[in-house]
């Protein structure tokens, strides 16, 4: 049995005896009281041995207890002892002390006195080798043997850096330098052969030679210099060359690339830092080309003509572009050796000379979306090609600008922004002026703005059918707006995003990142942290921020064509008026003939006949007849709007707003239907022109009264048929009149005092 469960602290007896039965329930019910006597059994020996056990030990334990006192009272005397030793041996130390004081003070000062006179000693063995050195170096100089003559120099220089309290310091000084450049000058011919043949062994003496006289940045200049002079005349040689720029450039940067892979493998093998050498050579090489990039590239951009200066600067930006990609791949390897400030300006070289054309780059870009814009014609001859034409615009224009982004981006890495914006805004703003006349030039053509003469009625849905066609491409229009903004968003996000530190906040100038805290990096790469627009123009850069921040607090919900949209939407507004007018033209030519009618206030031969009949005996007159037939033949043309599945049209539709609005407090059905929509719409107008026109009816006469009032019942019964409601205007001048002479100014009471006073003028009644 396991007795060591009772030595546990969450020891419980149920869980024991539960454990204890369960096997045994198990195995052999029957068996559980055998097991429980056993178990006692065994439980009442294990107590008899635990008893047994504490006895034992109670009783070896009393009979060690005088021996443990005793031990105790020894270890007590043995403590006091030693105390009392430590107290002595104190008192010794501190007698000494005191005793031996002064002895130490004169030997300390013994000691000064040695060290002054072996540095005084050293002083006049270097003044001594000083001199003698001078009276030797002549006969040195004479050999011409540039490594004893550099280890006289160094012998001198240690010297000398001995002798820097002595009076003549300064002289020695200027000494030591003049025999220094009259070694450099002996070294000189055989520097620039050794670096010219790319010598190893030989740069290496130089390197040591240099190094030990403190002239190694000397050597370095003879390196530069040799280099820079091969680089240079391979520039000169591509300058008078037939080569476009972009070719020259692209030549040059292959050299400089070539150059950077061989001068770093040689460079390995004499200089200590052979990536750093490298880079300032790069730096000077760019630095000393006659004439300069910066001149080349100002001189092709005033020969190239507006409309392809744009494309130059692009071409000349990839070439550059390409080799800083190459050049950053060669160097990240070397990174960290690299000295961050030699490798910015070695940046700053490469990319510097396209700053001025970067900082211009959104007046470049305007220019350039003008001018390809001024090449889209908009306006026709015809109306049909017309429509073709500003139907087949949509995709050009936003051609044009996903093209502007594309250049923005590969230009200016995303810091242009505000000067795409500015050109963007001002493509949208050309565009929409030249979509504006060639709708007004349409509207021309179609003579909408005329009424034409007293002809027979003729229906013409061509104007209709080419509005439609307009009303989709500006449909058209407002959803590549709205995509292509969700992209532009996007795209500078992507792209510029990595200017905006996740600690900026939007503050103005004082929310600028601070250098070097803006994005923490174990290395930072010159490459990638290069930023013109911070350093030329912290204004604009501060603008750029604010517009980062925007769109990343607001995301696309953040317009960044606000002015565009506007102009676009207006553009459809002006679609659908065009449609409105092509439509309701016919209508109007109609209503425009009543007051000018003869028979309102003439009676006719048999007038007298029939004034006594009921209005259903009279037919309405032709006007109202043909305008009946085109409202009801409206649906029919309108049903493009519901049964064509075109979603530019569906949302032009749903982005525009027709004329002739419903009352306030009318249910609108129409709303959900557009072709209802449209048919409210033109229904309305009618019915305003109508009461309109019939208000400028001089007289009229109680047979005429009837006929209108018979036309207007007509056209009541169409609009009823076309599940249209008259307007109030309507209805009640139908009701004045119908209404008889004698009970007009009972009928006329409610209705309002400027109808009811104008037909009663009409009719010849008192109001």
Request: glycine content about 4%; proline content about 5%; charged content about 20%.
């Amino acid at each position: 049995m396991d007795f060591s469960k009772f030595l546990a602290e969450d020891f419980e007896v149920k869980a024991w005896v539960n454990g204890a039965f369960r096997a045994v329930q198990q195995e052999a019910p029957g068996k559980v009281d055998a097991h429980a006597a056993t178990l006692v059994m065994k439980l009442q020996l294990f107590i008899q041995e635990v008893n047994k056990a504490v006895e034992e030990t109670s009783h070896q334990a009393l009979q060690n207890m005088p021996r443990v006192l005793r031990e105790v009272e020894a270890l007590k005397q043995e403590a006091s002892f030693l105390k009392e030793q430590m107290v002595l041996v104190r008192e010794d130390i501190q007698r000494l002390e005191e005793d031996t004081a002064q002895s130490m003070q004169v030997l300390v000062e013994l000691d000064h006195v040695k060290s002054r006179m072996q540095l005084a000693a050293e002083s006049l063995q270097e003044a001594d080798k000083w001199s003698t050195l001078s009276a030797d170096i002549e006969e040195t100089f004479k050999t011409q043997d540039v490594s004893v003559i550099s280890a006289k120099l160094t012998s001198m220089q240690s010297s000398l850096a001995v002798l820097v309290d002595t009076p003549d310091y300064s002289e020695k000084c200027v000494h030591l330098e003049a025999l220094k450049n009259r070694l450099e000058a002996l070294a000189s011919p055989q520097i620039v052969a050794a670096f010219n043949t790319q010598s190893v062994d030989q740069a290496r003496v130089f390197v040591k030679v240099f190094t030990e006289i403190d002239r190694l940045p000397q050597l370095l200049a003879y390196y530069y210099k040799c280099h820079k002079v091969q680089l240079v005349a391979a520039w000169q040689e591509l300058c008078q060359s037939d080569l476009p720029l972009d070719r020259q450039l692209m030549e040059l940067y292959d050299v400089l690339l070539g150059t950077w892979h061989s001068q770093l493998q040689w460079a390995s093998q004499v200089f200590q830092s052979p990536q750093q050498v490298v880079v300032v050579l790069l730096i000077q090489a760019l630095g000393a080309l006659v004439p300069s990039i910066p001149i080349c590239l100002s001189s092709t951009m005033e020969r190239a003509g507006p409309e392809s200066k744009l494309g130059q600067l692009l071409g000349l930006y990839a070439a550059t572009a390409y080799f800083a990609r190459g050049l950053e791949a060669a160097l990240q390897p070397s990174l960290r050796e690299c000295n961050p400030v030699k490798v910015t300006e070695l940046v700053e070289a490469v990319y510097g000379p396209y700053k001025p054309f970067q900082l211009q780059y959104g007046a470049l870009e305007e220019e350039h979306l003008l001018i390809q814009m001024s090449a889209i014609p908009l306006e026709h001859g015809e109306v049909m090609d017309c429509v073709q034409e500003l139907c087949q615009s949509v995709n050009k224009l936003f051609g044009l600008a996903l093209q502007a982004v594309d250049n923005c981006l590969k230009l200016t890495d995303g810091l242009g922004v505000g000067g795409l914006l500015k050109a963007l805004r001002a493509l949208f703003g050309k565009y929409s002026s030249d979509f504006g006349s060639a709708l007004q030039s349409i509207h021309k053509k179609c003579k909408l703005d005329e009424i034409p003469p007293l002809s027979l009625f003729q229906e013409d849905w061509t104007a209709f059918q080419s509005s439609v066609r307009i009303m989709a491409a500006c449909g058209d229009l407002l959803r590549q707006c709205g995509d292509f903004e969700q992209q532009l968003a996007n795209r500078i996000l992507s792209t510029a995003g990595k200017y905006l530190s996740d600690s900026y906040s939007a503050c103005g100038l004082g929310g600028l990142p601070e250098s070097g805290t803006e994005r923490p990096s174990a290395v930072k790469n010159p490459w990638q942290e290069y930023n013109y627009l911070q350093q030329e123009s912290p204004a604009e850069y501060a603008a750029f921020l604010e517009t980062l921040y925007a769109l990343k607090e607001k995301g696309t919900s953040h317009s960044l064509l606000t002015a565009p949209r506007s102009a676009l939407t207006r553009l459809n507004q002006l679609a659908h008026q065009l449609a409105f007018d092509s439509v309701f033209l016919r209508i109007k030519q109609q209503l425009l003939q009543v007051p000018r009618m003869e028979g309102w206030s003439t009676a006719g031969a048999g007038e007298m006949l029939t004034e006594d009949l009921p209005h259903f005996s009279l037919t309405p007159l032709e006007y109202i007849s043909n305008i009946g037939q085109y409202l009801m033949s409206l649906p029919l043309h309108l049903e493009p709007f519901v049964t064509q599945e075109d979603s530019a049209l569906e949302l032009a539709l749903h982005a525009g707003k027709l004329p002739f609005p419903p009352e306030q407090g009318d249910e609108v059905p129409e709303l959900d239907n557009m072709a209802d929509y449209w048919l409210g719409s033109l229904a309305r107008a009618t019915m305003q022109t109508y009461c309109e026109v019939i208000l400028q009816i001089p007289e009229l006469s109680p047979h005429a009264a009837k006929q209108l009032a018979t036309d207007i019942d007509y056209l009541a019964n169409v609009l009823d048929a076309l599940g249209l409601q008259p307007s109030k205007t309507l209805q009640h001048t139908l009701h004045l009149l119908k209404a008889k002479p004698e009970d007009y100014k009972q009928a006329a009471r409610p209705l309002p005092r400027r109808l009811a006073s104008s037909i009663a003028a009409m009719r010849g009644l008192e109001p």
